[in-house]
């Protein structure tokens, strides 16, 4: 079992940038792939960029550009820089991990490949 944390969220203005963090605890050892997600009130969760096991990355066009996926290894812990945010980017933002070595690496990442998920942290852009 992996356990996910995020923290990083928070309100923001139109055109700021935020970081995520998401702190993994547990059977680390046994994570294939980690991505971020985000899910808005009343739309499906939303994959936004995942880093797979031999450090390649993929992400959604409505992060490319803007946000990047990375992760220190000796920290356990995944992080995602959100650049020039917009209202649009106004949702709860959850960390996930593979376990199971699904290894399909959908662009963009779909909610199926992964099998552990944070609580979520909260982003608020206003204009």
């Known amino acids: 079992q992996v356990q996910l944390v995020e923290s990083g969220g928070g309100s923001v203005q139109a055109g700021g940038s935020l970081r995520l963090s998401c702190a993994a605890s547990?059977?680390?050892?046994?994570?294939?792939?980690m991505a971020w997600f985000r899910q808005a009130p009343g739309k499906e969760r939303e994959g936004l960029a995942a880093?797979?096991?031999?450090?390649?990355?993929r992400y959604a066009n409505s992060a490319k550009g803007r946000f990047t996926i990375s992760e220190d290894k000796a920290k356990n812990t995944l992080y995602l820089q959100m650049n020039n945010l917009k209202p649009e980017d106004t949702a709860m933002y959850y960390c996930a991990s593979d376990t199971r070595n699904v290894d399909v690496r959908r662009i963009p990442p779909h909610p199926s490949e992964y099998d552990s998920w944070g609580q979520g942290t909260q982003v608020t852009v206003s204009s």
């Open positions: 547990g059977s680390t050892y046994s994570t294939y792939s």
């Open positions: 880093i797979d096991s031999d450090d390649s990355t």
